[in-house]
């Protein structure tokens, strides 16, 4: 048996993840949040930009001496100012990582940095020498790699490695490129710059297009052995590659990616919970594998196949991600399978003429209401225990009487 290769997962949801409008956490959440980064089973933590503010300064430290079984990056440009103090702030790590970057495409040479190539290429040289002289991990970023002209890209990247870059990453900073396009790069790159120095090429993937998960699976497929994501797929604009599904794609078709990593999925939804609950908002419901939507089945013939055997229309088990319970949504496209089994799962066995009395009650109850409670289910079997018409008729067989009511009920 031949042994899944092993791929890097660098965490950044500390850094790109909190640069998204609305995502900032203050010092005591990063930490907290770093702690379960680390539980999770991440490689690395990239903590903050710590030239960026004092606040991204004492985060990186306090997460460097805190988070100790896990590498701790911190980001800074290539200007020695930048290196020095993202190296104060880190190198109480275990295992310290400086990250520098510099863009090297025209249009930020130009536009941004006003420089020439020439003295990008300088900038590379000097901060990554410079940061190799404080530690022995220096990562180096090409920032808008996949607009830049490839050759300049090579001579850069060449440059970083030539300094002692141990890591060359290859950014997809505005979410341009596409699964092919970008594998192609990884490959070229591999092929002229890496050749076998035992550097890793990492990637980082923006989600501008809807792309950056799937970038991210096809430069693996290339030779990429970093990946670089967030939790929840938080980032600039429109975010990051999300750590859950990149690492869930490789978990579920390790068949066509034949690749191992340390993250403990059963992590993942408590991991993505708490960063929902520090920044105050949670993923759309449909988002994959964390969405509130993403187990749950309320198509009838659906919901009977996911009951008789959940590999029907389930790929992965949602206790596979840490999500608790599997979440059958009982609406007006159930069918009685679901409705026999929810009313099992409170008590009452229903079967026959009873389940078929009580099914036309909940479907005509359904299709006045969007979200079906047990308390709904429990009143259409017992009509006198209901509560009063004015605030809820319902009961067994008793269809006509929601509609003459004209009930608009809680959670409709
Ligand atoms: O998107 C990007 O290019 C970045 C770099 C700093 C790695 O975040
Ligand atoms: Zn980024």
Redesign the pocket.
């Known amino acids: 048996m031949t042994c899944a290769e092993r791929i890097t997962v660098f965490d950044t949801t500390l850094r790109?993840g909190e640069q998204s409008p609305g995502c900032s956490m203050n010092l005591e959440e990063k930490v907290r949040l770093a702690r379960r980064i680390e539980s999770l089973g991440v490689d690395v933590i990239e903590a903050g930009f710590p030239i960026a503010s004092e606040g991204d300064f004492a985060a990186v430290r306090a997460v460097a001496a805190e988070c100790r079984q896990v590498t701790v990056a911190a980001?800074c440009r290539t200007t020695g100012a930048d290196v020095i103090r993202a190296w104060e702030a880190v190198r109480g790590a275990a295992r310290p990582r400086l990250h520098t970057?510099v863009a090297t495409s025209d249009i930020h040479l130009e536009h941004k940095l006003r420089k020439t190539r020439r003295e990008v290429l300088e900038m590379t040289r000097e901060s990554v020498r410079l940061a190799r002289t404080l530690t022995a991990d220096v990562e180096f970023?090409a920032?808008?790699a996949t607009r830049s002209d490839v050759d300049f890209l090579c001579e850069v990247l060449e440059a970083a490695a030539g300094a002692g870059a141990t890591t060359l990453?290859i950014?997809d900073?505005v979410g341009y490129t596409t699964p092919m396009e970008f594998a192609q790069l990884i490959r070229l790159v591999r092929e002229r710059v890496v050749r076998e120095s035992g550097v890793v090429v990492s990637v980082?993937c923006?989600n501008d297009l809807g792309l950056a998960v799937a970038n991210s699976l096809a430069a693996i497929e290339a030779g990429a052995r970093q990946v670089?994501c967030t939790i929840n797929g938080i980032g600039?604009r429109a975010g990051n590659a999300a750590l859950e599904e990149v690492v869930m794609a490789l978990r579920v078709r390790s068949d066509r990616l034949p690749y191992a990593c340390g993250v403990d999925t059963g992590q993942i939804y408590p991991t993505s919970q708490l960063l929902s609950e520090i920044i105050g908002f949670g993923v759309q419901p449909n988002k994959a594998i964390v969405g509130r939507n993403a187990f749950a089945h309320e198509a009838g013939i659906h919901q009977h196949g996911v009951l008789s055997n959940p590999l029907c229309y389930e790929i992965m088990t949602p206790e596979s991600v840490g999500v608790p319970t599997n979440r059958i949504v009982l609406g007006k496209h159930s069918g009685r399978h679901a409705l026999a089994q929810r009313y099992a799962e409170l008590g009452h066995a229903l079967a026959g003429a009873e389940l078929n009395d009580v099914y036309a009650s909940f479907t005509e109850l359904a299709d006045r209401k969007k979200r079906i409670y047990d308390q709904d289910l429990l009143s259409l079997l017992v009509p006198e225990a209901a509560p009063p018409a004015e605030v809820f008729v319902a009961g067994r067989g008793r269809a006509a009487e929601f509609r003459s009511a004209g009930l608009q009920l809680a959670g409709s």
């Open positions: 790109d980001l970057f970023s920032e808008d990453n950014p900073t980082h923006h670089e600039e």
